[in-house]
């Protein structure tokens, strides 16, 4: 089989996109299927090459990928962290990709049987829709948690910002500026569920969201989970009776505004005002991770934010940590959508403190790895907290996360099922054209 990937996150980057799609492709490669990549030359997260990308990489270059699948690398436009320009950008590699795949599957015989487009970025999603009517191959359109929703879920139309007083109108300009954006948002909505309609498959990542695109007409959505290595992921041992007196918590990941981590710095603060040790690590790179820093500070609170580390050396800072937080906000598209560093959380053993709300608190339920608490709610937090800082032994390791993992997200077990779906897209896509199964 021959399978088109097209995405705008891909190695050597570093994320939750590029993780899963290393994992899935070295598996689809191994058992014995050819891969081709559309992907941007890489500039995440700084929005810009690092200098040695720069230099190893090239617009329009042919690579031979890790696992031996072939990456084409397409233009991209430098970005701020703003939506405006990432958007740009998304725009931009996508519009590169649709004439260099053109292009580079001019004749017939060369052609891939199904085109996966992913998002993010949305306008992927455009361009596989294009290419598989042109080519006439099935498409599978892979939502990633729940977009777009994530980015167009807006409030009611004039909707008052929070940050007002509550007798004080918005001036004209901004009323109308936000009706406008309000309305950009709603288009973007229905040109992607327009596109989701006109694959023969979507992939989403969890249940809830497949739900939601049943309502809105997708027929029989698949669900294929975020996942981790579980072999590749330790299993941390409890630490000794003793061995520290405070509280360690690890917070590991994107520090952006759906995180809603002002809630882990205040709790932590009015912890140690309380005289509750308490150790918080912040660990990662996001457009709040400075805010953070500067609220820890202001506040004297126990909190370190730290830059992004290699993944070699995640391990030691799990081993570090009594407990792990995972955080969301309480953002309805929220309660359809599972963090993907979740599923490596639990295969550490660790307890998990989780502000979270839908199918990703239902996971650490059904898990049994950790306290459930509602998002953003700074009271519950300090109250869990002070538990285990009075008794460690409500921390202890959870062998039963790694169990779940196994049965339901392990990268091997992921990726058979995402080939099951891809082999039944082709074999009805060629018996729908009549054409002869390809060797």
Not at 95 to 116: E, G, K, M, N, Q
Not at 321 to 349: G, H, I, N
């Amino acid at each position: 089989m021959r399978i088109l990937l097209i995405t705008h996150y891909y190695a050597p980057e570093f994320g939750a996109p590029q993780r899963r799609w290393s994992a899935l492709i070295q598996r689809f490669v191994d058992a014995g299927h050819q891969v081709t990549v559309a992907a941007p030359v890489p500039h995440y997260p700084g929005g810009r090459p690092t200098p040695q990308q720069r230099h190893t990489h090239r617009v329009g270059a042919v690579e031979r990928g890790d696992h031996g699948e072939t990456v084409l690398r397409t233009a991209y436009l430098p970005h701020r962290s703003d939506i405006g320009t990432r958007t740009a950008d998304h725009a931009v590699a996508a519009a590169d990709s649709l004439r260099r795949l053109l292009c580079r599957f001019a004749r017939t015989s060369t052609r891939p049987d199904v085109v996966i487009a992913t998002a993010p970025a949305v306008p992927s999603l455009l361009v596989g829709r294009m290419l598989a009517l042109r080519w006439r191959v099935p498409l599978v359109a892979e939502m990633r948690d729940a977009w777009p929703d994530l980015v167009t879920h807006v409030g009611p139309a004039g909707a008052v910002p929070e940050k007002l007083a509550p007798h004080t109108r918005p001036d004209p300009l901004r009323r109308a500026v936000g009706l406008a954006i309000g309305r950009a948002k709603k288009a973007v909505h229905r040109a992607v569920t327009s596109w989701q309609q006109g694959a023969q498959v979507v992939v989403t990542t969890t249940g809830r969201f497949a739900e939601v695109l049943r309502e809105r007409g997708i027929d029989d959505p698949q669900v294929v989970r975020n996942g981790t290595d579980l072999a590749g992921v330790r299993a941390q041992l409890d630490h000794p009776r003793g061995h520290h007196r405070e509280l360690r918590c690890l917070y590991l990941g994107n520090m952006g505004r759906s995180q809603g981590l002002e809630t882990v710095v205040r709790a932590a603060a009015r912890l140690r005002a309380r005289g509750v040790p308490v150790q918080v690590r912040m660990i990662g790179h996001g457009v709040e991770a400075p805010a953070l820093a500067a609220l820890a500070h202001e506040l004297g609170a126990p909190v370190q934010v730290l830059s992004r580390i290699p993944h070699s050396e995640v391990q030691e800072q799990y081993a570090w940590a009594d407990t792990v937080v995972v955080s969301l906000r309480d953002w309805e598209p929220f309660a359809w959508t599972v963090p993907s560093k979740l599923y490596e959380l639990l295969a550490t053993r660790r307890h998990i403190t989780a502000l979270l709300d839908g199918e990703a608190a239902e996971v650490v339920r059904e898990a049994g790895a950790g306290d459930v608490l509602a998002p953003q709610d700074e009271d519950a937090l300090m109250t869990l907290w002070s538990r285990l800082a009075a008794d460690r032994s409500l921390a202890a390791g959870r062998d039963s996360g790694r169990d779940w993992v196994a049965a339901h997200a392990d990268d091997d077990v992921l990726a058979a099922r995402y080939l099951g779906i891809l082999e039944q897209v082709v074999a009805a896509g060629r018996g729908a054209s009549g054409a002869p199964a390809r060797p």
